[in-house]
């Protein structure tokens, strides 16, 4: 089996190798390839990730490349991990914002679709190369926007999964609580990629009891600190929010505190440059625990656990992924990606069935929605009205005073990469 990992040369990558070695059983990889044009970096990352699976006893072979056409042939599986314009785009997409007085962030609000518009046309290329070398190639799509991203490669057809590790986080975090193993723990997770919620916490399946009322009775500081939340607001929701629903539920909270520190990319440049440091080290052969702090935790454990079942290896029959919709949450085109429970196999990911939901949860999703319809449009077909009209319709816009400046802005910060622009 040969796994193929583009944008091999993150920082993230050793969590990745890490899991590729614990859990070889589920998913035994012959031979890896870590694919990035930044030669310096791939350098780096690849020596540590062969000492890790030396270390580990890993009889796969492990491989970088900065030639993408090479890397992925012949390949079962493509990872994407990559950020178009690094961490340098990433704090544009943080700052910019702020200064309208919104949310700046990357993967939401206009933040995540200036990484959107950015993004997409590259994952594409990249999908078409893949295709042409190995069109029975699995895309495992980790880029964000992911639901966006996603979209872009089902709509161009082909065999695309997008993943998050959002709920395998909470899926440990439960287990942990509830003191039982992950894999007792079900969620039923509902939503769009960084818009979602867990409505019920199960054990033993699908089918098994729903524990959440008890989780928030006994934990419910523990989780609503986690989120960043008050206690009440969760308790009165009944459910557990994303993080990511912050954004939504304390906009202006949240703008207020994000003006007052350094960006999260200033954070995660700084990490990085200390984590290249010590991936440089010949004497390390272990992820070291700064990565904990870099996020993505998890992300390994998901990844193979996607790959080992849609290469037909093994790993969970169910999981969270982003797929599309396909009349599971009825009020959406079956063409949109959402990020629910799914049976995944060797013929791609199919949703559960999920309850009738609130209209609290339903219209939001609905009008995230709408507006990843126009952000896709904006990237795939450019321009500067289709990108207004996109921010116009996000709801932490939704002001043609805001979506103006916006617009201005994120061009003027991104035109090296906008062939329209």
């Known amino acids: 089996m040969k796994l193929a990992v583009v944008g091999g040369g993150s920082t993230y990558t050793p969590e990745l190798i890490d899991g590729f070695a614990r859990l070889r059983d589920t998913l035994p990889v012959e031979e890896l390839v870590l694919i990035d044009p930044a030669a310096d970096r791939l350098e780096l990352v690849g020596g540590l990730a062969r000492r890790i699976f030396t270390k580990q006893a890993h009889a796969g072979r492990i491989t970088t490349t900065t030639d993408l056409d090479a890397g992925v042939d012949g390949a079962d599986a493509v990872l994407l991990q990559l950020r178009v314009g690094g961490q340098a785009a990433r704090g544009q997409d943080e700052t910019w914002p702020l200064e309208c007085g919104c949310v700046g962030q990357e993967t939401t609000g206009a933040g995540g679709l200036a990484k959107a518009l950015r993004t997409v046309p590259v994952v594409l290329d990249i999908a078409e190369r893949v295709r042409r070398t190995n069109p029975d190639a699995w895309i495992i799509d980790f880029t964000n926007p992911v639901g966006i991203v996603t979209r872009a490669l089902l709509q161009a057809g082909h065999k695309a999964v997008g993943l998050c590790n959002v709920a395998i986080g909470f899926q440990r975090k439960f287990a942990r609580l509830l003191d039982v193993t992950p894999a007792e723990v079900h969620l039923d997770h ?51 929010p994303s993080y990511y629903l912050r954004y939504f539920y304390a906009h202006d909270e949240v703008v207020r505190e994000l003006g ?16 290249l ?46 797929t599309y919709n396909n009349g599971t949450l009825p009020f959406l085109p079956d063409d949109a990606v959402i990020e629910v429970q799914a049976r995944v196999d060797r013929t791609g990911a199919t949703p559960l069935a999920v309850p009738a939901l609130d209209p609290l949860y339903a219209g939001l999703i609905a009008n995230v929605t709408a507006y990843e319809d126009l952000a896709l449009e904006a990237a795939l077909r450019g321009g500067r009205d289709r990108v207004f009209k996109a921010l116009l319709s996000h709801p932490l816009i939704g002001q043609y005073e805001y979506a103006e400046a916006l617009t201005d802005r994120l061009v003027a910060h991104n035109r090296e990469h906008l062939a329209w622009a």
């Open 277 to 322: 440091a010590m991936y440089g080290d010949p004497a390390l052969d272990e992820k070291p625990a700064l990565l904990g702090r870099r996020g993505g935790a998890f992300y390994s454990e998901a990844a193979v656990d996607l790959a080992a079942a849609l290469l037909g290896g093994g790993g969970s029959a169910v999981q969270v992924v982003n």
């Open 190 to 240: 509902v939503g769009l990629n960084h818009l979602s919620w867990e409505l019920g916490v199960r054990l033993g399946g699908p089918d098994g009891e729903n524990v959440l009322p008890k989780l928030l009775a006994e934990h419910g500081d523990t989780i609503a600190d986690d989120l960043h939340m008050p206690r009440q607001i969760v308790d009165r929701l009944g459910v557990v």
């Open 260 to 275: 007052t520190k350094p960006s999260r990319a200033a954070e995660v440049a700084a990490m990085e440059k200390e984590l």
